[in-house]
């Protein structure tokens, strides 16, 4: 079998060329790098990765914790992360925590005895006390999803308070009355800021806060549906609600229709995450983007900077991706420019 | 006689920049500006996703040139090779990054500063896929942005400005105070070029960003607005077409001019015969340097109290032979010039020395005096 001793000999050049032709081949001339991926062709050589990982001490591979893979903002955050890593060179091994912090903390010693050279953690519901683990190992680690206040954690975060402050109070400038809101599950932090920005904007335009307006929702297409029924029931028809998540709007609109409403001449509808289908159902869902293609690969691009540069770790970095509101059709404002701009 | 210039501490071997525009997409475009004789190159945007362009995406008249291309379609991590590969071709780059937060933006910045290059421009004014206010248009916004950036870089940070702001003056005071090493001024403006009346159809499919020589006159004006209000260097932009409109630039205040329309409508050879041209007409007047004609024409920007209003009408060097050209007659709206037996008669009694016949003449027999 070639290994790269051979192949340096048939290329005429240093083991060390041929290994940063492997590791960096930024760094090698395109002409002697071309001359010996041609030569590795010939001999059908295949780098040992586990020899690799024993001799560099890394395994270029890297753990992604998120949440729950079908809920549509995760593989958007796993393109972006793998976007970065696989033109580097690294694998990444993915779980799944169900939002249980048992299972998080499971998935995190899992893949820290994998000896990923870094980690992700997507939406993480543990504390500080369960990253302790992976900063005694010095493994460099980046979270994803909302703000933390630790100076020695990297993030990259949105602001979902302000994101639902934008949504709410886009329907009260476009001069809906009795605005609803269908939350998220009240156990997540995210779920309490969006519902915090809902009330901001409602106190600051002197609209009354209605807790009955508030119903709870499980994120899921269903939770959309049972809650805009349970509203009706409980309270009648809102002018607009501000729905926590496109999934739950999804199921909002397809409950509302199904009741002989339209959207948005009866109820009009804003979402939060903008995820692909937003723009394709009728009406367009107008929607909060939320920005995980973008955060997965700054996310990326740090984690790939703590692992390439260790020195770099003086100092920890919270890296803001701005959420931005997505006119479209489902909230009723007919201000055309603003949906080409938005 | 030299051509050099020293701008935000970097010596350029001459003031012209190629702008940040799909003409310096990539290290290989990047390397032909360079070759064409360019003091330095500003890369297309750089910004942390990248986002397909449409087709067709650019469009241009007689008078300028509308694009609706967004950003750079390398990533983040392929500029760092193109970069390296034009830094070692010796190349002056700065690198003009786009982002929507503070922190990020500082990110880019940081990045791109590891890449080698020796400046940074913000792409602050996109007319296009940025929303209907221009990032640059909110003062705590663009001082946030700025001085994060400045903060956390060592090289020079330039802002990049657009006309389609209420008060450019305070937001080049903003950007100082944040400690911005220079200003260029202006980036495209937000345009719609032309309409196809049969179709109905505007001849791109969104609003997009407007160059070339018929922005020229709202770029000089922004340039001497920033340079009379602000004391970091100016880099001028904005329908520059020969060595005369950089001459015009800088003497309104700009240390350095941008190009990009007129190399993409013309080729690169432009840049050549502006170098040539430039320094002959230096030579001519017996300047020693670019810096000797900066700002000099700023003198001559008055407020109207400062005007002295004195009793011009126009008047004629030599009869016109005529040529059949009327446009002295067409254009008084005072209907001071006449022909009276085969020959322009002007009327003094009505002329009120406004000029435009002046200005219209071709053959420059008109002139104002008392």
Known sequence: MTNIRKVSKLAGVSVATVSRVLNHPESVSEETRNRILKIMEEENYVPNSIARSLSTNKTNTIGLIIPNILDPLYPSITKGVEDVFFKKGYNILLSNTEYDAKREKDCIEMLLSKKVDGLIICSSILGREGFEIIMKQKVPFVLVGEYIDDSDINIVYTDYLSGAYMATKHLIKAGYKVIAHISGPMNRKVSKEKLEGYKKALLEAGYPYDEEYVIEGNNQIDGGHLALKKMIKKKGKPDAIFVANDLMALGTIEAIKALGYAVPKDIAIVGFDDIDVSSLIEPKLTTVTHPVYRMGLTAARLLLDYILDEEETCFKQKIFIQPMLKVRKSCGFDNRIEEIFS | ?370
């Open chain 2, 1 to 370: 006689m030299s051509l050099s210039v020293d701008f935000m501490g970097i010596k350029l071997k001459n003031p012209i920049i190629v702008a940040a525009s799909p003409l310096t997409g990539n290290g290989n475009m990047i390397k032909k500006a360079i070759q064409a004789g360019a003091g330095a190159v500003v890369t297309q945007t750089i910004a942390n996703e990248v986002r397909k362009n449409v087709r067709p995406r650019i469009a241009a008249n007689f008078y300028g040139m509308q694009n609706i291309e967004l950003y750079s379609n390398l990533t983040l991590e392929e500029w760092e090779r193109e970069i390296y590969d034009v830094k070692e071709k010796g190349a002056v780059v700065i690198a003009n990054i786009l982002a929507h937060t503070p922190s990020e933006m500082a990110y880019i910045a940081n990045k791109v500063e590891r890449f080698g290059v020796d400046a940074i421009e913000l792409g602050i004014s996109i007319p296009h896929g940025e929303g209907v206010e221009l990032l640059i248009s909110d003062k705590k916004r663009l001082y946030n942005l700025t001085k994060t950036v400045v903060d956390s870089v060592e090289i020079p940070v330039m802002v990049k400005f657009s006309p389609n702001v209420s008060n450019l003056t305070a937001l080049a005071k903003t950007v100082e105070e944040a400690g911005a090493s220079a200003i260029s001024a202006i980036d495209a403006i937000r345009s719609i070029l032309e309409v196809d009346i049969d179709k109905a159809k505007a001849i791109l499919p969104t609003y997009g960003g407007y160059s070339g020589e018929g922005i020229r006159p709202i770029a000089l004006a922004a340039v001497a607005n920033i340079a009379q209000a602000v004391k970091i260097p100016v880099s001028g932009i904005g329908g520059i077409d020969n060595y005369k409109n950089v001459i015009e630039f800088m003497m309104l205040g700009a240390s350095t001019v941008q190009i990009c329309t007129s190399l993409m409508k013309n080729g690169y050879d432009k840049i050549e015969e502006i170098l040539i041209e430039l320094e002959r007409w230096l030579g001519e007047k017996g300047y020693s340097s670019l810096e000797d004609i900066r700002g000099q024409a700023l003198d001559s920007l008055k407020s109207f109290e400062e005007i002295p209003i004195e009793p011009y009408t126009v008047k004629m060097k030599s009869q016109c032979s005529g040529d059949n050209c009327t446009k002295c007659l067409k254009s008084c709206i005072y209907d001071a010039i006449s022909i009276r037996n085969n020959r322009i008669a002007i009327d003094d009694s009505k002329c009120t020395g406004c000029g435009l016949c002046v200005s219209l003449c071709k053959k420059e027999i008109l002139y104002l005096d008392w």
